[in-house]
């Protein structure tokens, strides 16, 4: 009897404890299913940690980027384009840790949590994407050797036409491809996509910000004025600016990108009003693009002194931006203030064409008055007309900010933000040219040559 009453309770405790397992494993399954099904030894996927069961990546035009046939994975069969947008699609062995080819490898191998990898034609789901892979190549192409990023997007509807990463490689090169992964030289941070995962010194372009945080705070924003004699002098440091602009108002100033009349400014705006305005614009926030995260972007003047306003304001000191979270605040000011947030992926379709996700725009917070936007765009259209010469953008009505943004012991990055004010091409862009030189020289064509295109192909 004893005996009996033992194995009673030993019979117990196995089946909890069986009971228990399965609720881990159940609750384990849910949570981690689709990185098990994903993992790369998972030959139904990947062979020899490559890629190989995934639907089709098309862009805007049903151009294929990147398609299985009979089991290997290809990209287009244009060189150009394959190393145009790379940094979009993702290499096949997940270094390129924001490409499609990672962030949306459950959607497009077709897993889910009930039938696992298996979808009925076991070919996965077909990634569609905004960009015109034409742009694209026009940009990287505009880039060439240089290290940089070109982004450009619709801002009244949130389509990524563009977005480009320098250094790139083709991915169909085994020889290239080795290089890449040795990441030497010219490839050095080459599966970094820098529109994404990068930030940057913004320099002059932040003027924009100021200038905003101007606008709001002083009844003369427009009439106000300060002296530049080749620069000034704020807590004893002399800053010193490219020309030597006597007394000037906002908008030469800001045509003029007048360091001297900034720095005042800036420091006159002080820590809290500046910090504001930053962070309205989006610094020190993360900011998502089809739910892949991007580098934070960086304003902070706490504790500081009038100098540490006056290079904050002009887009120095630690100021760090990441392409993405400005190329939002751009269409804000070319949105009355309120952006449509950038995306790339624009469905996501079975096989047979059965919508399974849709894209994650919208609207994005209010970043400026309506008003203030408005403003802003004015001034923005003035610097071309003053500064960077209507003629150098044909046939369009470019706002722009150029900034020559200093890094240390190295030669300035080129900037150039701008939108096209147009209902019909209705386009913002940001070229970053790392180590680059003048914003205005160097960004300002490649943002032209991009919008031509654009001009070209946009319908
Ligand atoms: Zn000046």
Sequence with gaps: MKQLKLRAIIMV?????????MVVFTIFYAVQGGQWALFPSNSHIYSNGTIVQAGKITDRNGVVLAKTVNGVRKYNSDMQVRKATLHAVGDLKGYIKTGLHSSYIGELTGYNRLNGIYSFSKKGNNVGTTLDSRVCVTAMNALGERKGTVGVYNYKTGEVICMVSTPTYDPENKEEAALAKEGKDYYKGVFLNRFLSSTYTPGSTFKLITTAASIDTFSDAYTRKYTCNGGVM?????????????????KDALAKSCNAYFSQLAADLGEDTLTKYAEKAGFNETFKMDGVKAKTSYFNVSGGKDIDFAWAGMGQYTDMMNPLQYLTFIGAIANEGVPQKPYMVDSVETQSGIPLKFSFGGEGSRMLEAD?????????????????????????????????????????????????DD?????????VVQNGGSGAKVGGPIANTVLQKCKEVLK
């Design 13 to 21: 405790i196995l089946s909890l404890a069986f009971a228990c397992g």
């Design 234 to 250: 704020i807590n004893g440091e002399w800053i010193s600016c490219l020309g030597h602009h006597g007394t000037l108002t906002l």
């Design 372 to 420: 203030t936007a408005n403003k802003i765009k004015k001034l923005m259209q003035n610097n071309v007309k003053q500064t960077y010469g209507t003629w150098n953008f044909p046939g369009l009505n470019v706002c722009a900010k150029s900034g020559t943004a200093e890094v240390k012991d190295e030669k300035p990055h080129a900037v150039f933000v701008g939108f096209n």
């Design 423 to 431: 209902e019909d091409l209705p386009l913002a862009f940001v070229v």
